[in-house]
């Protein structure tokens, strides 16, 4: 968290996944931050599946990647 930007991801419990419960709390993640003025980043990684699913259903946009350097 800076004051230009807000980065997230989300973690459902198993017992509460496929509902719609990740989706919904980071639409409202997002529009509070971009309320502030800020960028929300939404982050995830390349074998989560789920979060990527989630993330596509939020019509986001891949910006990014990781990258390691040894």
């Not at 230009?4 to 996944?17: L, P």
């Not at 939404?42 to 350097?69: C, E, H, M, P």
């Amino acid at each position: 968290q800076t004051s230009k930007a807000d980065e997230a991801s989300v973690y459902t419990n198993e017992d509460y996944r496929g509902r719609g419960y990740g989706v919904d709390v980071t639409t409202a993640w997002a529009a509070e931050v971009k309320k502030q003025g800020r960028i929300a980043l939404y982050s995830t990684s390349w074998d989560n599946f789920a979060s990527q699913s989630l993330a596509r259903n939020l019509k986001l946009v891949q910006y990014g990647t990781d990258i390691l350097l040894s």
